[in-house]
């Protein structure tokens, strides 16, 4: 069965999960504040070789 938190995740945007995660949830008068914090992610750089459509 799923939890609270998870079934949040089930209406959040897929971008919103993968980058940020939900550190907090409160109900203030039948609103449902969500804190989030962002995810640190490595970026993978990929390095390619260019080459120019002309001879030399």
């Known amino acids: 069965m799923l939890n609270d938190?998870?079934?949040?995740?089930?209406?959040?945007?897929?971008?919103?999960?993968?980058?940020f995660e939900?550190?907090?949830l409160k109900e203030e008068n039948k609103i449902l504040?969500?804190?989030?914090?962002?995810?640190?992610?490595?970026?993978i750089i990929k390095t390619f070789c260019l080459v120019p459509k002309f001879c030399t």
């Not at 938190?5 to 980058?19: A, M």
């Open 22 to 24: 939900i550190v907090k």
């Open 33 to 43: 504040h969500i804190y989030f914090e962002e995810k640190i992610h490595v970026q």
């Open 5 to 19: 938190l998870e079934l949040l995740k089930l209406f959040l945007p897929e971008l919103l999960i993968e980058y």
